[in-house]
């Protein structure tokens, strides 16, 4: 039996490693997502285990913490039947002053054929690509990528709504420090929809828009004209201090209060990659409405690692130059 | 008696206004009038056909990592890659371990260049204990044990107060002090240029600004204490506008460029290669443009290299998690005759020479940079249009960690003569040697 019942599309993937959306092509995000809706019908069924990975080893290398990041691949592999290991920074040996160059060879040695990497440092998933033959995957690279993320939320727009082409998306929040917001708006653009980036001014700047995104400071420019909304999770942590005064102003200047939400165009999108803060971006009734489809992405997110993982087990590459030449 | 003619070359003298064929006669380390020549002859004649011969080269920011970093470089590996870079002398920055905060470190970087060194080490000392930017180091201590400049490199007194009176006590010795120019409150985690690509990397930025201020704070500094104020390794265009305006109104300001700033720009961090990580970043296009422009006007008066060599296990690790810093001084005449001279007609091959001779010699106040008769026989021969490919590999630096690697370059020392004495030949490398 292969994977899925049917044939997964014909393969544009060549890829060993996913380290970000900026540079797949559209054709290859495509690609994913067809294989991801292949997968999803196998969760529906009694039996929800195929054998495309079986004797295959995946590590998840969580250097930052995760929890459902890290259970949506390890539930993704276990439905492959990979076998899994789980190695957090606590317990791994970077905290002995290993290098993660050391540490992932050694994963290598083992014979790991994924190395799943969430990482505080951008780069760090293209760092181990370089190096290793192991496949990786990118589960978060300090604010740079989160790859798998920006694949099951298209997905989840593309199954909700049909398509991407000409869809408007407001991705809303954090977005300088938030990776998920980066690999959206790669994935977004190049399957043809518009953004419009909104928040406070000081962690949406000007920087952003020559990737061919819109900015504004004001949710009500959106309210009426987007199609989905992508919330992200807003933090007031030590670092965030000087960019914003604290949540009860942010939740008055750009949270999703049932107030703005009767202002959506019937039929948008709520979306957020999680955990909520109920009350701060997002009003609680909101969140559990009918237009919330934050628990779909969850469920996507399961069929969309097993495309992912699956497609780059096919790929078999040589071993890369250590180190780019100048 | 030693006795050297270096016969039929380019002579090129920027402190004396000297360019033209000729021959230079140097007799027991000093350069001496050619009427001087021995009846005998010379007992070494060098053909200097088709070759510069210029005053040895200066480089005024270097890390040699000794005491305390040995892996990375050591006085004798650093300035043997000094050495095939051209220079026969190099300024060394005080942030080794333990700091050059006190004399008995200055003494013992001293004694140690003595014994291995193969060209002139002059020491710089550290403005504040540890530099720390918390107390003053003891400043006179160290100008008697032979510093030549003062200097928190790598890092950055951001007290004002402190700074200010640091300036005022080092006018008492006549020292320069050079400062390493960011602002830690602007700069915070950044490491790499504040733009766009930083944004689409997800990269902390190091933002302009962050230099600018310290550069504007100096030229405040300076020109309320009289003592000059050196800035280091200045990376972005606004710097370059700042001490146009201060040097026009007189106020004793200076500035450095090195070779990577206007070699490269941030878009080369889209690799996450941390051979592309250095402190101050690299900028954009634009600030290359004005960097350039400040050497073409004047404003910038002095080339170096921030030769900054790093263990290649700690430069292979996160990007963000790398040390700062690159090797230079092996790439920096060739890059720097290249762009400033070949490619960009910025600047001519005499001022180039003059920014690395007579204007770093005169800032620290080093008897250097001239073929003035008198003189040490500090000589450098330069083959200013050979075009050639750096290969790291042959570095004679203990350490790896260049961008530079197979860049084509043009212009490059070929010989290299400390006090009347080869220390380096273009094809017969350090004599001695197998």
Known sequence: MTAPTDPPPETLWTRKDLVGIENLSRQEIETVLDTAAAFKQVGTREIKKVPALRGRTLVNFFVEASTRTRTSFELAAHRLSADVINISASASSLIKGETLKDTALNLQALHADFIVLRHSSAGAAQFLAERLQSSVINAGDGAHEHPTQALLDTFTIREKLGRLEGLHVAIIGDILFSRVARSNIHALLKLGAKVTLVGPSTLVPKTFEPLGVQITHRIDDVLEQADVFNLLRIQHERQRKEYFPGLGEYTALFGLTQQRAQRLKPGALIMHPGPINRGVEIDSEIADSGRSVILDQVTNGLAVRMAVLYLCSGASHPVPQSAPAA | ?434
């Open chain 2, 1 to 434: 008696m030693s006795c050297t003619l270096i016969r039929n070359g380019r002579i090129l003298d920027p402190a004396n206004h000297v360019d033209q064929k000729g021959d230079l006669l140097l007799i027991d380390g000093k350069i001496a009038p050619l009427s001087a020549l021995p009846a005998g002859g010379p007992t070494e004649t060098i053909d200097a056909t088709g070759l510069v011969v210029a005053p040895g080269l200066i480089d005024l920011h270097v890390h040699l990592r000794e005491p305390g970093q040995s892996a990375k470089e050591t006085i004798a590996s650093g300035t043997r890659a000094a050495a095939a870079g051209g220079f026969t002398s190099v300024v060394c920055m005080p942030n080794t371990s333990p700091a050059v905060d006190n004399p008995s470190v200055v003494t013992w970087i001293a004694e140690k260049a003595r014994a291995e060194a193969c060209v002139n080490v002059f020491p710089t000392g550290a403005i504040t204990k540890g530099l720390a930017g918390e107390e003053l180091a003891p400043i006179g201590s160290m100008h008697k044990a032979g510093i030549v400049a003062l200097t928190d490199d790598g890092r950055c007194v951001q007290n004002h107060e402190l700074m200010r009176r640091a300036l005022e006590y080092a006018r008492m010795f006549g020292l320069p002090v050079m400062d390493h120019c960011q602002d830690y409150n602007l700069v915070g985690k950044g490491v790499m240029h504040e733009g766009h690509v930083s944004t689409v990397l997800g990269l902390p930025g190091w933002p302009a600004i962050g230099e600018e201020i310290i550069v504007q704070r100096n030229a405040l500094l300076a020109e309320t204490c009289g003592t000059p104020i050196h800035c280091q390794h200045l990376s972005s265009g606004g710097s370059v506008r700042i001490l146009r305006e201060a040097r026009a109104r007189g106020i004793p300001l200076s500035g450095e460029i090195c070779p990577h700033h206007i070699a490269l720009t941030d878009e080369s961090i889209r690799s996450f290669d941390s051979n592309f990580k250095m402190n101050p970043p690299l900028r954009t296009q634009r600030d290359i443009d004005t960097l350039i422009e400040g050497v073409a006007d004047g404003t910038i008066t002095v080339l170096a290299s921030d030769h900054a060599p790093h263990c290649s296990y700690e430069k292979e690790v996160e990007f963000d998690l790398a040390p700062f810093g690159i090797l230079g001084l092996e790439t920096e005449l060739g890059l720097f005759l290249k762009i400033l001279v070949h490619e960009r007609k910025a600047v001519s091959l005499a001022r180039v020479i003059a920014m690395l001779t007579v204007e770093p010699a005169r800032l620290l106040n080093l008897d250097r940079g001239t073929l003035s008769v008198g003189a040490p026989a500090d000589v450098t021969l330069i083959d200013p249009d050979a075009e050639w490919v750096h290969d790291k590999n042959a570095s004679a630096s203990r350490s790896r960690n260049t961008p530079f690697h197979g860049w084509e370059l043009k212009g490059r020392a070929v010989r290299t003569i400390v006090s009347g004495r080869t220390v380096w030949e273009l094809n017969g490398g350090f004599p001695g040697q197998s």
